[in-house]
């Protein structure tokens, strides 16, 4: 199994849709969790630190069950600019330092 | 500007070769990363490192080797060893605290011909 997985996708939705990411985790010490975003042929940047109580950043909701180790991105009237991967990130090992494990991304495409 | 540098962004080299791919960070962070990106792939560990003159081995470390003698650089060497070499390269660095972001240099995309 692997550390970090995520639904690959394509999600392809029409501009204003509400659309949600889930990502599971095998090691139930991991202590930190994130979602990234990469746009094509760049590098990933952060899109949101997920927090045990869940947070919420504009339009993007973040949300982390440990019972079930999975956290979630929603992501609320899309725009054609969120079109890109959205990563979830890991830092397994019960460090801060430790292990970053990305999944392998979801790809999402939203169109006019 | 405080930033994480690699280089060079784009770099052909002949099967055989060895080649060092640099990163470069000014942010005073402790630990940094390399990663492996394959088209269509998400990220894959290489090797990290969460202090100077030490690293470990991440998911896919064969062929591949690094050093960390200075805080701010941490080179990664694709050796022939590693049978499919080509690929997109990201450095990364953090500090710690639990909620800190990784922060993310450019990338260099390798060939190998």
């Known amino acids: 199994r692997k550390e970090v997985e995520q639904d690959p996708g394509p999600f392809n939705v029409p501009e204003g849709a509400t659309v949600a990411f889930n990502c599971t985790y095998s090691?139930?010490?991991?202590?930190?969790f994130f979602w990234y975003r990469q746009d094509c042929r760049k590098e990933p940047k952060l899109l949101m630190s997920?927090?045990?109580s869940g947070n919420e950043d504009g339009r993007f909701t973040a949300q982390l069950n440990r019972a079930s180790q999975y956290i979630s991105l929603l992501i609320r009237d899309s725009k054609l600019s969120d079109s890109a991967t959205y990563l979830c990130?890991?830092?397994?090992?019960?460090?801060?330092?430790?292990?970053?494990?990305f999944g392998q991304g979801t790809i999402l495409t939203v169109h006019p | 500007d405080g930033g994480i540098t690699q280089s060079p962004k784009y770099l052909f080299r002949k099967e055989g070769q060895n080649v060092t791919l640099s990163c470069e960070q000014n942010l005073n962070h402790d630990a940094m990363y390399w990663y492996r990106q394959d088209p269509g792939q998400g990220l894959r560990l290489i090797y990290y490192s969460q202090i100077v003159n030490d690293f470990q081995k991440g998911d896919i470390a064969e062929g591949y080797s690094v050093s960390r003698e200075k805080k701010e650089s941490f080179p990664l060497t694709v050796t022939s060893a590693q049978k499919n070499p080509t690929a997109f390269y990201l450095c990364a660095s953090k500090t710690g605290g639990a909620g800190s972001e990784a922060f993310f240099g450019q990338g260099t995309r390798l060939t190998v011909v």
């Open positions: 997920v927090y045990s």
């Open positions: 990130v890991v830092i397994a090992g019960g460090t801060s330092y430790g292990k970053l494990t």
């Open positions: 090691n139930s010490a991991s202590q930190s």
